[in-house]
C-alpha cells in the first residue's frame, strides 16, 4: 500500500511523444499520466491510489502521482507540470474545482485528455464523479435501519454528523445524509445534536470527544468519510472501554471503504455497523478507475449528456464484508 505522506511518485515506461497525444482514439501500449489528488493522508485514498499504482505499474504506463496538501495553488501548479512535461491524460480530485478550470482547459488546448474524479467540472473530457447527494441519502438510509431498530418517539436516538462544509461535495454529501434520516427514520425517534468537521480521523477523534462530553447520550455517528468513522470508533471504544463493551444501540455508519473500517465491522464487537461504499475493495475501485482512463485515452466520446459518469453505491454490512476484504 502506498506510503500516506508520499508526495510524488513516478514509474517509467516507453512512450510516444510529440504530438501522438493529440490524435483521438490513437491505440499505444504506454501512456504517461499526471495524477494529483487532494490528501494522501486520507486512510481510503492511500488504499486506492496504491492500487492503481500497482495497475499501472503492471501495465508498463510512465504515471506521476502527487498529493496537493488539499492545497488550490499547489495543485495548479502541478496539472501545469503535467501539461509541461507532456503528459497524455491528467487526473484531478480537486482540491477546489474551480480554482482548476482555466488549468485544465490549457491542458486542453494542449491535447491532453483530463478527468476529473469527484467534481462535475466543465473543463475536463470527462468526470468521474459520485451523485454526493445520492451517496449521502443512502448513508442516511442505512443509519435509519439501525436506529429504527434501536430507537423509538420515546427515546430518541441522539445523532452527530461527521463532515467537511468548507468542501462542495462533502457539504452535498452531508446535506444528503439529513435527508436521508429525515425521510427513513421512523416519526420522532431520533434528533441531531451535533455536526462536527472530520475528514480525518484525528480531527473526528477529538471533535466526537468533544461532543460526547457536551452530550454523553449521543450514540449514533454519520459521516462523509472514512476519517469520520475511524475517529468516531475510537472515540466511542474509548468512552466504553474498549471492544465488546459497545452497546448494541450504538453505530457509526458513513462511506468511503478502506481496511481499517472494514476490520472493524468484521469484528463486530466495535461501533461501526455499517459502511456505504462504491466499486467494492480498494482494487476494484482502482479498476474501475483504470477503465476510466483506458476509456478516456481510446478516444470515447463523453460530450454532452455522457460527461458525467455516476459510479454506483452500496452498502456493505457484516455478511458482506469478508468478500470485500479479499480485494483490499
Same mark, same amino acid.
Given at each position: 500500500?502506498?506510503?500516506?505522506?508520499?508526495?510524488?511518485?513516478?514509474? $517509467?515506461?516507453?512512450?510516444?511523444?510529440?504530438?501522438?497525444?493529440?490524435?483521438?482514439?490513437?491505440?499505444?501500449?504506454?501512456?504517461?499520466?499526471?495524477?494529483?489528488?487532494?490528501?494522501?493522508?486520507?486512510?481510503?485514498?492511500?488504499?486506492?491510489?496504491? $492500487?492503481?499504482?500497482?495497475?499501472? #505499474?503492471?501495465?508498463?504506463?510512465?504515471?506521476?502521482?502527487?498529493?496537493?496538501?488539499?492545497?488550490?495553488?499547489?495543485?495548479? =501548479?502541478?496539472?501545469?507540470?503535467?501539461?509541461?512535461?507532456?503528459?497524455?491524460?491528467?487526473?484531478?480530485?480537486?482540491?477546489?474545482?474551480?480554482?482548476?478550470?482555466?488549468?485544465?482547459?490549457?491542458?486542453?488546448?494542449?491535447?491532453?485528455?483530463?478527468?476529473?474524479?469527484?467534481?462535475?467540472?466543465?473543463?475536463?473530457?470527462?468526470?468521474?464523479?459520485?451523485?454526493?447527494?445520492?451517496?449521502?441519502?443512502?448513508?442516511?438510509?442505512?443509519?435509519?435501519?439501525?436506529?429504527?431498530?434501536?430507537?423509538?418517539?420515546?427515546?430518541?436516538?441522539?445523532?452527530?454528523?461527521?463532515?467537511?462544509?468548507?468542501?462542495?461535495?462533502?457539504?452535498?454529501?452531508?446535506?444528503?445524509? $439529513?435527508?436521508?434520516?429525515?425521510?427513513?427514520?421512523?416519526?420522532?425517534?431520533? $434528533?441531531?445534536?451535533?455536526?462536527?468537521?472530520?475528514?480525518?480521523?484525528?480531527?473526528?477523534?477529538?471533535?466526537?470527544?468533544?461532543? !460526547?462530553?457536551?452530550?454523553?447520550?449521543?450514540?449514533?455517528?454519520?459521516?462523509?468519510?472514512?476519517?469520520?468513522?475511524?475517529?468516531?470508533?475510537?472515540?466511542? !471504544?474509548?468512552?466504553?472501554?474498549?471492544?465488546?463493551?459497545?452497546?448494541?444501540?450504538?453505530?457509526?455508519?458513513?462511506?468511503?471503504?478502506?481496511?481499517?473500517? !472494514?476490520?472493524?465491522?468484521?469484528?463486530?464487537?466495535?461501533?461501526?455497523?455499517?459502511?456505504?461504499?462504491?466499486?467494492?475493495?480498494?482494487?476494484?475501485?482502482? #479498476?474501475?478507475?483504470?477503465?476510466?482512463?483506458?476509456?478516456?485515452?481510446?478516444?470515447?466520446?463523453? =460530450?454532452?449528456? #455522457?460527461?458525467?459518469?455516476?459510479?454506483?453505491?452500496?452498502?456493505?454490512?457484516?455478511? =458482506?464484508?469478508?468478500?470485500?476484504?479479499?480485494?483490499?
Amino acid at each position: 500500500m502506498i506510503a500516506a505522506m508520499v508526495v510524488g511518485c513516478t514509474t $517509467k515506461a516507453p512512450t510516444s511523444g510529440g504530438d501522438d497525444k493529440k490524435d483521438d482514439g490513437e491505440k499505444k501500449d504506454s501512456y504517461k499520466v499526471g495524477i494529483t489528488i487532494q490528501s494522501l493522508k486520507n486512510d481510503y485514498w492511500a488504499g486506492v491510489m496504491g $492500487k492503481l499504482e500497482e495497475l499501472l #505499474k503492471e501495465k508498463g504506463w510512465d504515471y506521476t502521482l502527487q498529493d496537493c496538501s488539499d492545497n488550490a495553488g499547489t495543485q495548479v =501548479s502541478q496539472v501545469e507540470n503535467f501539461i509541461t512535461s507532456g503528459c497524455d491524460m491528467i487526473m484531478v480530485h480537486p482540491s477546489d474545482a474551480d480554482a482548476l478550470e482555466t488549468v485544465c482547459q490549457q491542458a486542453m488546448d494542449e491535447g491532453i485528455k483530463v478527468m476529473c474524479w469527484d467534481d462535475p467540472m466543465e473543463n475536463t473530457t470527462a468526470n468521474w464523479i459520485l451523485d454526493n447527494t445520492a451517496l449521502g441519502n443512502e448513508i442516511g438510509k442505512t443509519a435509519s435501519a439501525f436506529i429504527n431498530e434501536h430507537y423509538t418517539a420515546d427515546k430518541p436516538a441522539e445523532v452527530c454528523v461527521i463532515g467537511k462544509p468548507s468542501t462542495k461535495v462533502l457539504l452535498e454529501r452531508a446535506n444528503g445524509i $439529513k435527508e436521508g434520516l429525515e425521510e427513513n427514520c421512523d416519526k420522532g425517534n431520533y $434528533k441531531i445534536v451535533a455536526e462536527v468537521d472530520g475528514l480525518e480521523a484525528n480531527e473526528a477523534q477529538t471533535n466526537v470527544e468533544s461532543v !460526547l462530553q457536551a452530550n454523553p447520550d449521543c450514540t449514533v455517528f454519520v459521516g462523509v468519510g472514512a476519517g469520520a468513522m475511524i475517529g468516531s470508533n475510537e472515540a466511542l !471504544l474509548q468512552k466504553f472501554g474498549g471492544a465488546g463493551k459497545i452497546p448494541e444501540n450504538v453505530g457509526v455508519i458513513t462511506t468511503d471503504v478502506t481496511m481499517q473500517q !472494514l476490520e472493524s465491522l468484521q469484528a463486530g464487537d466495535e461501533a461501526v455497523r455499517a459502511i456505504v461504499g462504491f466499486e467494492g475493495s480498494s482494487t476494484d475501485t482502482a #479498476k474501475a478507475c483504470l477503465e476510466m482512463y483506458e476509456r478516456i485515452l481510446s478516444g470515447e466520446d463523453f =460530450s454532452g449528456d #455522457k460527461h458525467n459518469v455516476v459510479r454506483p453505491v452500496k452498502a456493505i454490512d457484516k455478511d =458482506s464484508v469478508e468478500e470485500i476484504i479479499k480485494g483490499m
